[in-house]
């Protein structure tokens, strides 16, 4: 069916949510666009006249499409070389969705995202649209079609998975400078018991390569283990230099809430170094490298004026 100039308007209205419920649900970027547009293509083959409430319609059609994608996603991973993370995005990006209050906020950062991976797809469906969209029980039951007391035991269920052990600090662009200008400092002396100092005891390191860049395959776990694998990484220049493909320039970025280490060599992120900091330090670094979670916080920083570089020659 063809699709007039309102049709395409009140869709266009629900895109940037659309796209923030699909992103909080699968963790990548490149497969919430997808389902955005598949959306868009049921949309126009629907009776139109027959929906009398288009942004509940657009949403239920398009989180279970996401639940359809969330079941061959897990599939595609049991396969995934290596550690897998989900697809970073800098602050500012309208796919990381309402981001004003902490659970908010919360719910869309990495360590959440990574979380949610735990559980089940309706579980996950519950917990964005009640935490981060603020649906109440009755409408994400119809968007589900579950009964309502359902939705309300999938989402305790789903909250005792993802809880946060700790209070993570709150960063406005300044803070998350003197972060990572701090860390790099450590991690770039060569001296691991300055990075000790600013890891948790427990801390921890995940790196995402996707198999096509090398990462360990498996987390490195203790400050002094987290420590030494980060200074080794700082300083095996040739064989860093080789793989990024030349030098690199360091910036302090927020990525999903977060203070981060946004690597870029030329016009290009190769690489986002997501530090989760807690009252009592960073209590994990989450590396992500796989070119193919790198495609919109690279055209996102293209479109920036990003600020002077931590570190211009790594």
Not at 61 to 89: D, I
């Amino acid at each position: 069916m063809s699709l007039s100039a309102h049709d395409i308007e009140l869709f266009e209205q629900s895109r940037a949510r659309l796209e923030a419920v699909a992103y909080r649900l699968l963790g990548s970027a490149s497969d919430a666009e997808d389902m955005v547009q598949d959306t868009f293509l049921r949309w126009q083959a629907t009776d139109r006249e027959r929906v009398e409430q288009p942004a509940a319609w657009l949403t239920k059609v398009l989180t279970n499409l996401c639940l359809n994608q969330l079941t061959s996603a897990r599939a595609r991973r049991e396969s995934y070389v290596g550690m897998w993370l989900p697809e970073p995005l800098l602050a500012g990006d309208r796919m990381l969705g309402p981001v004003d209050t902490v659970e908010q906020r919360e719910s869309v950062s990495l360590a959440v995202l990574t979380l949610m991976e735990r559980l089940s797809a309706n579980e996950r469906a519950v917990y964005v649209l009640r935490e981060a969209f603020g649906y109440p029980h009755g409408e994400i039951a119809e968007i589900l079609d579950l009964t309502e007391s359902n939705c309300q035991q999938l989402y305790r269920r789903a909250k005792q998975h993802v809880v946060a052990g700790r209070s993570r600090v709150q960063v406005d662009e300044a803070t998350a400078r003197t972060i990572v200008e701090e860390f790099i400092a450590a991690a770039n002396s060569g001296e691991t018991r300055r990075l000790v100092e600013l890891l948790t005891e427990d801390a921890v390191s995940v790196g995402d390569g996707g198999g096509k860049i090398p990462a360990r395959p498996t987390p490195a776990i203790g400050a002094l283990a987290v420590a030494r694998l980060l200074c080794g990484a700082f300083r095996a220049t040739d064989l860093r230099r080789q793989v990024l493909g030349g030098p690199a320039a360091l910036y302090a970025e927020i990525v999903n809430g977060e203070p981060a280490v946004v690597v870029v060599v030329g016009d290009r992120i190769v690489g986002v170094l997501a530090l989760e900091v807690t009252t009592e330090g960073v209590a994990a670094v989450r590396a992500q490298a796989n070119p193919d979670k790198l495609g919109r916080v690279t055209r996102h920083w293209s479109a920036s004026t990003p600020a002077e570089p931590v570190l211009d020659r790594w």
